[in-house]
């Protein structure tokens, strides 16, 4: 359970905020994931990050900008939201990305955007 | 485009019965289906995998079956207990990429 941490677990911000969400895997992994899990939805991927090289954005809006400072940490900036941009934010990672290969959850974070 | 599939939306079974969850793919390239449990307030967690050179998949009361030629995999719990109620994503990522397609998930109520 301790894999693939998530901080805050919570966050209320308005939408002229900036803030910023952080993730962190004690794996070892080379790959880490941005997900937006919305009720009802499939879980959505918005980006994947390959030895941290951005290797897939999946259409985001540029209100969300992350970032990979190392393997271990991936960040997810957030400004000028939209209240259907709330929703809980999952990062995962895995041994490596683009192929068969396992993901790792971790316990996200529950954004409201009012 | 790429799309997964899954059904049922909701599913109820007795203490003790089996729980068949279907999905879906729509890119006969894919090689890759995992399933994930999603207990309420948890993280998503995986249960079972399977590649496409494989037929099926067993561990324990659960296990998964893929038909390559109607591009369908399906997850089976057999001797269903109240634990097993949860949210259940079928997912299925597309060869040349680096995307995991999820389903819409089933909610899973086993009923005591």
């Known amino acids: 359970e301790t894999g693939v941490t998530q901080t805050p677990r919570h966050l209320v911000m308005g939408m002229t905020n900036k803030k910023s969400l952080k993730c962190e895997q004690h794996?070892?992994?080379?790959?880490m994931y941005w997900y937006k899990q919305s009720a009802k939805k499939p879980l959505e991927l918005m980006f994947v990050?390959?030895?941290?090289?951005?290797?897939e954005n999946n259409s985001v809006p540029s209100r969300f900008s992350p970032e990979c400072p190392n393997s271990s940490h991936l960040f997810l900036h957030l400004h000028t939201l939209q209240p259907e941009d709330s929703a809980l934010y999952l990062c995962?990672?895995?041994?490596?990305?683009?192929?068969?290969?396992?993901?790792?959850f971790g316990p996200g974070t529950r954004l409201t955007v009012t | 485009g790429e799309n997964v599939e899954q059904h049922p939306s909701t599913l109820s079974v007795q203490e003790g019965d089996s729980a068949v969850i279907k999905c879906t793919y729509s890119?006969?390239?894919?090689?890759?289906f995992p399933w994930y449990k999603q207990e309420l307030g948890k993280r998503p967690q995986l249960i079972i995998d399977?590649?496409?050179?494989?037929g099926e998949k067993k561990d324990q009361r659960i296990a998964v079956t893929l038909n390559k030629t109607a591009k369908h995999f399906s997850l089976h719990i057999t001797e269903t207990q109240p634990e097993d109620s949860a949210v259940y994503f079928c997912?299925?990522?597309?060869?040349?990429?680096?995307?995991?397609?999820f389903g819409t998930g089933t909610r899973l109520k086993v009923l005591a």
């Open positions: 995962a990672s895995s041994q490596i990305a683009g192929g068969p290969t396992k993901q790792y």
């Open positions: 794996l070892g992994h080379n790959a």
């Open positions: 990050y390959s030895l941290e090289e951005r290797v």
């Open positions: 890119d006969s390239a894919s090689n890759y």
């Open positions: 399977i590649r496409s050179n494989v």
């Open positions: 997912a299925a990522q597309y060869s040349g990429t680096y995307k995991y397609i």
